[in-house]
T-cell receptor
Framework: GQNIDQPTEMTATEGAIVQINCTYQ??????LFWYQQHAGEAPTFLSY??LDGLEEKGRFSSFLSRSKGYSYLLLKELQMKDSASYLC??????????WGAGTKLIIKP | GAVVSQHPSWVICKSGTSVKIECRSL??????MFWYRQFPKQSLMLMAT?????????EQGVEKDKFLINHASLTLSTLTVTSAHPEDSSFYIC??????????FGQGTRLTVV
């Protein structure tokens, strides 16, 4: 079966750095996505990786290793507004998005 | 990025009634749209794939007669929850893809059935 694993919840301090890991086992691979979702709102797109390596976009970076079925989202200079759920999703061989359960990130002052 | 508009953002209805949710792609044509349901503290669950001009493809366990999907144009898909019951209360989200990269989501609809 297809499976995406990410931690349920993480806590970090304002101004610090946090890394959210995601491992996946899917039938085929056509890209990995990270989305941010605040409570009661729809997800918003953060990043897309299809090749191995690190993609940096401002305070957020995303890393992919296809051979290991592994990705992480790195958030730097954490702000209180970064408190949200972070969803990892993979497009399989049929280009269907397979979603992880999400990681709830709690930022403390 | 592309804009997907979903309406209404929230709705309260009585048990046994039907509710229609609209999803529009405002600045691009979407041959395919996706309907998700999300229960509290859970991830997105794909309900069905809406295809313009043809029948929707439903995921296993989703009742097609209860969740009616119509994709009559390249910019509009609708989801109708028929004979709604309290267990249908959930957050419903549509999305449309622009190519093979990111999916764009509507604002979501909070449905409460009383």
């Amino acid at each position: 079966g297809q499976n995406i694993d990410q931690p349920t919840e993480m806590t970090a301090t304002e101004g610090a750095i946090v890394q959210i890991n995601c491992t996946y086992q899917t039938s085929g691979f056509n890209g990995l996505f990270w989305y941010q979702q605040h409570a009661g709102e729809a997800p918003t797109f953060l990043s897309y990786n299809v090749l191995d390596g690190l993609e940096e976009k401002g305070r957020f970076s995303s890393f992919l290793s296809r051979s290991k079925g592994y990705s992480y989202l790195l958030l730097k200079e954490l702000q209180m507004k970064d408190s949200a759920s972070y969803l990892c999703a993979v497009k399989d061989s049929n280009y269907q998005l397979i979603w992880g359960a999400g990681t709830k990130l709690i930022i403390k002052p | 990025g592309a804009v997907v508009s979903q309406h209404p953002s929230w709705v309260i209805c009585k048990s046994g009634t039907s509710v229609k949710i609209e999803c529009r792609s405002l600045d691009f044509q979407a041959t395919t749209m996706f309907w998700y349901r999300q229960f509290p503290k859970q991830s997105l669950m794909l309900m069905a794939t809406s295809n313009e001009g043809s029948k929707a493809t439903y995921e296993q366990g989703v009742e097609k007669d209860k969740f009616l999907i119509n994709h009559a144009s390249l910019t509009l898909s609708t989801l109708t929850v028929t004979s709604a019951h309290p267990e249908d209360s959930s957050f419903y989200i549509c999305s449309a893809g622009a190519g093979v990269t990111e999916a764009f989501f509507g604002q979501g609809t909070r449905l409460t059935v009383v």
